[in-house]
């Protein structure tokens, strides 16, 4: 019997643009011969899901059902492709945790922790985890901004600390003239807000996820972002503005050194389902530095995941059912 399967999109965020993105690709590759799917869009006005002919349906949030004429829906499982809050902070990992639900990705125990980028950063060294030097700013706090980062060698990056995406963030040659407005537009995007210190290398991100009790790590990607970007961005993620190579060309000492950090990461932070961890690799020590982890990482057609896995030899319908039968069947040891 095929399983009720809800599609989770949307969000409160501004990434809730990527979100839509995401679960078109999703949808499209659900394999409909295992499941039904309803795509569910969860925004700051309602929660529903819209029918063939049209009508939109309110989701019950008391179970998360939805009522179609007589019948009622209940859901064996929800694949979760919305980035930003609720859903990739924990808050709908933890509704869903009450309810019975289960998900894919990581917990809410996991997902609030690395969607908060210096509480990311800050465990991984506890861990023993190389990460650049950061420094936290809350909004209104009073600090002064540029003595507080004044021990960072610049360039500095500027970033909302909660979120992804790239939304807000800037790079900083010259704190003295170019720091407070760099703060201003994270700001904007976040009460909190990082500074990193710069680490030269390449830029590499690489997937991560577990099948029965294996962690695998998808074919590595090098990013670049082209000539008139500064950085990888927001316009250089998804305006086509970056070039990545999927795999990476590099020699196996540099590709075994990155996937056993991903692979240490993935174990640390005791993350499920498919990640995506963010690294530069810097020349002078010879190791990677993790930037961040991704716990919903996109799933549009441009995004780098469904790269991997089709570089990995995969089908995303292949790779998306994987995905849900470790959430809805226990795994064969």
Known sequence: ????????????????????????????????????????????EDWHHVLADGRKIEIDKNDFSLQ??????????????????????GKLQGYFDMLGIPYTGCNAAVAALTFNKRNTVAA?????????KSVLFYKNDGQNHQL???????????????????????????PAADLDAAMVKAFNEDDEVLV????????????????????VVLPITEV??????????FEAKYQGKSS?????????????????????????????????????YNDQTNKPFMLEINTIPGQSEVSIVPQQVR???????????????????????
């Open 244 to 280: 990545e190579t999927t795999p990476a060309n590099i020699n196996e000492e540099m590709a075994n050194k990155l996937r056993e950090a991903a692979r240490k990461i993935y174990q640390v932070f005791n993350c499920r389902g498919v990640v995506r961890i963010d690294f530069i």
């Open 68 to 89: 179609i004429d007589n019948h009622q829906v209940k859901f064996d499982a929800v694949f979760i492709g919305m980035h930003g809050t609720p859903g990739e902070d």
């Open 148 to 174: 507080a980062v004044s021990h960072l060698r610049p360039p500095l990056f500027v970033k909302a600390n909660n979120g992804g995406s790239s939304i807000g963030m800037s790079k900083v040659n010259n």
């Open 311 to 333: 570089a990995m030899g995969w089908t995303l319908k292949d790779f998306y059912t994987r995905l849900l039968e470790e959430i809805l069947y226990k795994p064969i040891l």
């Open 196 to 215: 990193e210190e710069f680490i030269s290398g390449r830029e590499f991100t690489v997937g991560v996820f577990r099948v029965k009790n294996e962690i």
């Open 124 to 132: 991984a060294a506890f861990a023993g985890i190389d990460v650049a």
């Open 1 to 44: 019997m095929k399983k009720n399967l809800a599609l989770i999109t949307g969000g409160f965020s501004g990434e809730a643009v990527i979100s839509y993105k995401s679960a078109v690709t999703i949808d499209n590759n659900l394999d409909r011969s295992l499941f039904n799917v309803y795509k569910i869009d969860i925004n700051k």
């Open 224 to 233: 670049s972002a082209n000539a008139d970007m500064l950085f990888f961005d």
